[in-house]
């Protein structure tokens, strides 16, 4: 390979790892939400469970709220169920919001539902 191809084709790749480990690193760290605890509670209307990890949308008082709960590993070891998490469910969230001003997105640390709490970050106060 010539010097000026090879040094190309070093270039683009690098580009893309740094560009591709900056978007992970900013999706799935905390970097995006406050630091604030907050709590919502409302009603499943649905559900998309799996890796990454997993999102409930709730209803609130006729609002649209996406909760990223854990990886399939994290909900089991929290004593979550695909049936506990299921549409028509009501559920209490406590976790951190978006810091984006009016985008209704919450990282849940904890889930109350039928008075039984769910900690899925045991080592984060909630």
């Known amino acids: 390979m010539s010097h000026p191809l090879r040094t190309l084709v070093w270039f683009y790749l690098s580009a893309w790892l ?3 480990s900056a ?3 900013a999706h799935h760290g905390w970097g995006w939400a406050t630091d604030q605890e907050f709590e919502i509670s409302g009603t499943i209307v649905a559900t998309r469970l799996g890796n990454p990890h997993g999102e409930v949308t709730l209803d609130v008082d006729g609002e649209q709220w996406l909760i990223e709960v854990g990886q399939p590993w ?3 070891r929290a004593g979550l169920t695909d049936e506990l ?3 028509g469910q009501s559920i209490t969230v406590h976790g951190h919001r978006s810091a984006r001003e009016g985008e209704r ?3 849940a640390e904890r889930l109350v ?3 039984q709490d769910y900690n899925l970050y045991p080592d984060r106060p909630s």
């Open 18 to 20: 740094l560009l591709g």
């Open 105 to 107: 997105l919450v990282k």
């Open 74 to 76: 994290r909900n089991e």
């Open 85 to 87: 998490l299921a549409v």
């Open 113 to 115: 539902i039928d008075g």
């Open 23 to 25: 978007l992970v690193s």
